[in-house]
Nanobody, 120 residues
Framework: QIHVEESGGGLVQAGGSLRLSCAAS????????MGWYRQAPGKQRELVASITSGGSTNYADSVKGRFTISRDNAKNTVYLQMNSLKPEDTAVYYCNAYLWSVERGWGDYWGQGTQVTVSS
């Protein structure tokens, strides 16, 4: 019943920008934290940015000053604005939501991922 889906990935040149979106849907009562993770080939999945229901944010050191996470609570949506992209940002980006579903209570939900490729 709960569905989390990312969009906005693609191929860009170094120095370019992309804006990722992630919408959570289903019988949701409340969403607490939302975050973006990424995983490059041969590497572990890492936290890129997170945002609480109150708007507090955290970023990986590698993206500070370049990426901005935001959310629209009315739409159950989180965004990741990515500027000054570098080839090392190339990865599959995953959206995560920690939310309260009416049926199950608190739980952690993941999207399917969206590919971001940055060419040099």
């Amino acid at each position: 019943q709960i569905h989390v889906e990312e969009s906005g990935g693609g191929l860009v040149q170094a120095g370019g920008s992309l804006r990722l979106s992630c919408a959570a849907s289903g019988n949701i009562y409340s969403i607490n934290d939302m975050g973006w993770y990424r995983q490059a080939p041969g590497k572990q999945r890492e936290l890129v940015a997170s945002i609480t229901s109150g708007g507090s944010t955290n970023y990986a050191d590698s993206v500070k000053g370049r990426f901005t996470i935001s959310r629209d609570n009315a739409k159950n949506t989180v965004y990741l604005q990515m500027n000054s992209l570098k080839p090392e940002d190339t990865a599959v980006y995953y959206c995560n939501a920690y939310l309260w579903s009416v049926e199950r209570g608190w739980g952690d939900y993941w999207g399917q991922g969206t590919q971001v490729t940055v060419s040099s």
